[in-house]
């Protein structure tokens, strides 16, 4: 451990004081430089990947020029794991994220390259991050001390708040409802839904809750209100209890009210009863047909044709009248590394300032902005804003089509910074940022990452105990909230995780937990 944290301390040490100098000049070489990649494309990616308008800008400045294999979001990680597999890597692997297990089988096997050591130099921008944020340091330095990927920051408020809690504010006010603020409340106008036929189609099709995502989105909507999750969002199955103490959550008593409740709202169809499967376009379509009065979901372009009749509730939902409000449904900034340089890559550094620049001002506006003068024109303050081609498109493209054929941050996993300037400000309606401001001043005081980091050995542990234990509560919650399973069976329930191996699990993600608090000490 000692040995470990003098190599951080020293990393950070050299950051500091080499970050603040460092300068890249372009372009990165006299002669353009061919390089192979794989990535993941958008959902909103028009044509050929290799075609998008920002690749020849970043040649254009670099004179690096990228070949893309690029795959769906839903076929990538089958075929990046084929790819190491055979070891017939490309050179980078791009807007793909990997997980902190696999990233240190991948580092161990030697067919990913550190990065750490070339970020003083070689990324000025993405140094100054690190050096002004240490949480970002913390949640992606891996357990032997290193950094392998870059990672997607998201400063942007409402997209670090999921879901947001959305009320049909026309159906309240027709029925004279104040904003919900207990469970009580909620219950009360969900039941009045219900039986109101609000569209007027004559059946009873009404969803007085209804979530896009699965169930998750319901149980961070109510977390906080359980005292559950309070260490956010990302770390999902992990918090720490009112002693400070690390805690299992779907062990915990204020899950398992959680479930209840559910299971109560669920049986007497509250809740939408597709609520496991549910997506977005199955929302989308029920919102589009009028069906919907609480809608959890991340944006009120869902509601479609009447996202103007949908507004935030003023702040999470408590259990009582006058109980202190909280929060959970928060995730930390930082995901997982996304952008790799593989042991094929004879240029590392080239390639760390190739996409460094993406974390730069100039880069932030070509990565989620697009061309300037086609995309966005630069206001009387020199911030971006989106011209009429995407605001309000001449082929009735939505924003994120019009910007399809320019640029690639859709689908999320970016090397870049999802922040307010760049990113909220011109994708985030109104609405959508007031409902995350209502919640966001409730959040947790500390946000832990999705993973901590660990060691191969415990990476592989974890990865074997998670097998039996992540099969046991996904299908007991299905089958507590739908009524499959009595919670009378709640002490088995819990007996099978401990059986499974729950403690030797909880000794590996504490040691990670002390490896990530210790960072920076």
């Known amino acids: 451990m000692k040995k470990l944290l003098a190599t951080l301390l020293a990393l950070i040490m050299v950051m500091s004081i080499a970050g603040a100098?460092?300068?890249?000049t372009f372009p990165l070489s006299d002669e353009v430089i061919t390089l192979t990649a794989f990535a993941t494309a958008g959902p909103y990616t028009k044509g050929d990947f290799n075609d998008l308008a920002m690749w020849k800008v970043m040649e254009e400045l670099t004179n690096i020029h990228f070949v893309f294999d690029a795959a769906p979001s839903g076929q990538s990680a089958e075929k990046l794991g084929l790819l190491f597999a055979s070891n017939n890597l490309p050179d980078v692997i791009f807007k793909t994220g990997i997980s902190?297990?696999?990233?240190?089988?991948?580092?161990?096997?030697?067919?990913?390259?550190?990065?750490?050591?070339?970020?003083?130099?070689?990324?000025p921008n993405f140094s100054k991050l690190l050096e002004e944020s240490p949480e970002i340091y913390k949640a992606i330095v891996q357990a032997d001390g290193q950094i392998y990927g870059f990672p997607y920051i998201v400063t942007a408020a409402p997209s670090t708040i999921t879901p947001k809690l959305f009320y049909n504010k026309d159906f309240?006010?027709?029925?004279?409802?104040?904003?919900?603020?207990?469970?009580?409340?909620?219950?009360?106008?969900?039941?009045?839904?219900?039986?109101?036929?609000?569209?007027?189609?004559?059946?009873?099709?009404?969803?007085?809750?209804?979530?896009?995502?699965?169930?998750?989105?319901?149980?961070n909507a109510f977390a906080g209100t359980f005292g559950i999750r309070t260490r956010g969002s990302s770390s999902g199955d992990w918090d720490v209890d009112e002693e400070g103490n690390l805690r299992f959550v779907p062990t915990c008593d204020g899950y398992k009210e959680l479930l209840m409740f559910l299971h109560d709202i669920y049986e007497e169809g509250l809740l939408d009863q597709q609520c496991f499967t549910a997506d977005i376009p199955y929302f989308q379509a029920a919102a589009a047909e009028n069906r919907v009065y609480f809608g959890f979901v991340h944006n009120t372009t869902y509601m479609t044709t009447y996202?103007?009749?949908?507004?935030?509730?003023?702040?999470?939902?408590?259990?009582?009248?006058?109980?202190?409000?909280?929060?959970?449904g928060q995730s930390l900034t930082v995901t997982n590394g996304n952008t790799f340089i593989t042991s094929k890559c004879t240029c590392p550094e080239k390639v760390v300032s190739y996409f460094d620049y993406f974390y730069s001002n100039e880069g932030l506006n070509l990565f989620f902005l697009g061309i300037e003068g086609e995309t966005y024109e630069l206001d009387e303050n020199g911030i971006g804003r989106y011209t009429e081609f995407v605001t309000n498109n001449p082929d009735g493209l939505s924003m994120e089509e019009a910007l399809g054929t320019f640029i690639c941050w859709s689908g999320g996993s970016n090397p870049s910074i999802a922040d307010d300037v760049h990113f909220g400000d011109n994708l985030?309606?109104?609405?959508?940022?007031?409902?995350a401001k209502n919640l966001s001043i409730y959040g947790p005081d500390m946000i832990w990452p999705a993973s901590f980091t660990y060691t191969e050995e415990e990476s592989e542990t974890i990865s074997d105990l998670k097998l039996d234990i992540d099969r046991i509560v996904t299908e007991k919650r299905a089958a507590f909230v739908t009524g499959s399973e009595s919670f009378d069976n709640w002490d088995a329930y819990v007996a099978s995780i401990e059986s499974a191996g729950l403690a030797e699990l909880q000794e590996i993600v504490q040691a990670g937990l002390d490896r990530y608090n210790a960072v920076g000490e």
């Open 21 to 24: 100098v460092a300068e890249v």
């Open 100 to 123: 902190n297990a696999d990233v240190v089988k991948y580092a161990a096997d030697g067919q990913l390259q550190p990065i750490g050591d070339l970020l003083p130099e070689y990324a």
């Open 172 to 219: 309240a006010e027709k029925q004279g409802f104040k904003p919900a603020e207990t469970l009580d409340e909620l219950v009360e106008q969900m039941r009045a839904f219900k039986d109101s036929d609000w569209n007027g189609n004559g059946i009873a099709d009404e969803l007085p809750l209804a979530v896009d995502g699965g169930i998750n989105k319901a149980i």
């Open 307 to 328: 996202s103007d009749s949908f507004i935030g509730l003023p702040g999470p939902l408590t259990r009582n009248a006058g109980d202190e409000k909280h929060w959970a």
């Open 428 to 435: 985030i309606n109104e609405s959508t940022a007031t409902a």
